[in-house]
């Protein structure tokens, strides 16, 4: 069963950091872009990174670019986000989505909630 | 980033038919195409078509996708209560080198 389980959400204060892990099994994770797609709560959904198979191309939504990074490990089926100088409109639930071709989010994590507020 | 148009809100009755549209640009939807997803309530998206018209593995035959020009479609036919959610399209930006989201449409069975 192809399984993306994020971990590391939690209460912050504004300006505060936070990393978020996601491991993923049941699927050949070196073949797949890895993102995380974000949705405050009753919003649309937010693209916020993106990266490739070998980490070579990462892409970020202007609004986190300088305060957050992906990053992943292919050896440990990882993905993480760290987030820094988190901001009251970060608060939102962070999903780990995966695109096998790198043209669609096909693979769904069932999402961590980040609350950024003090 | 500047985000692709859908209705806020579609109705259709039971059994119907109901289109939804997604516009962007030749720099999204018009570039690669477009992407749809279902998200039923407290529960993470669902793909079910990308490229335009590719429908993965699992996904009914009443949801079938299309794109013409700058506009994306997804039509679901013989509608079902549990087909009530929000539907996303989405594509890749090739300008904005960004991922981009409409900003969803709420569909009710009546």
């Known amino acids: 069963e192809v399984q993306l389980v994020e971990s590391g959400g939690g209460l912050v204060q504004p300006g505060g950091s936070l990393r978020l892990s996601c491991a993923a099994s049941?699927?050949?994770?070196?073949?797949?872009?890895m993102s995380w797609v974000r949705q405050a709560p009753g919003k649309g959904l937010e693209w916020v990174a993106t990266?490739?198979?070998?980490?070579?191309?990462?892409f970020y939504v202007d609004s986190v670019k300088g305060r957050f990074t992906i990053s992943r490990d292919n050896a440990r089926n990882s993905l993480d986000l760290q987030m820094n100088s988190l901001r009251a409109e970060d608060t939102a639930v962070f999903y780990c989505?995966?695109?096998?071709?790198?043209?669609?989010?096909?693979?769904w994590g069932q999402g961590t909630m980040v609350t950024v507020s003090s | 980033q500047a985000g692709l148009t859908q209705p806020p809100s579609v109705s259709k009755g039971l059994r119907q038919t109901a289109t939804l549209t997604c516009t962007g640009n030749?720099?999204?939807?018009?570039?690669?195409?477009a992407a749809w997803l279902q998200q039923h309530q407290g529960h993470p998206p669902k793909l079910l078509s990308y490229?335009?018209?590719n429908r993965p593995s699992g996904i009914s035959e009443r949801f079938s996708a299309s794109r013409s020009g700058d506009t994306a479609s997804l039509t679901i036919t013989g509608l079902q209560p549990e087909d009530e959610a929000e539907y996303y399209c989405?594509?890749?930006?090739?300008?904005?080198?960004?991922?981009?989201f409409g900003g969803g449409t709420t569909l009710t069975v009546l």
């Open positions: 990266m490739n198979q070998d980490g070579s191309d990462k």
């Open positions: 989405s594509a890749w930006d090739g300008r904005l080198r960004a991922w981009v």
């Open positions: 049941g699927l050949t994770f070196g073949i797949y872009w």
């Open positions: 030749s720099n999204n939807v018009g570039y690669q195409g």
């Open positions: 490229r335009n018209t």
């Open positions: 989505v995966g695109e096998e071709k790198g043209d669609a989010f096909d693979t």
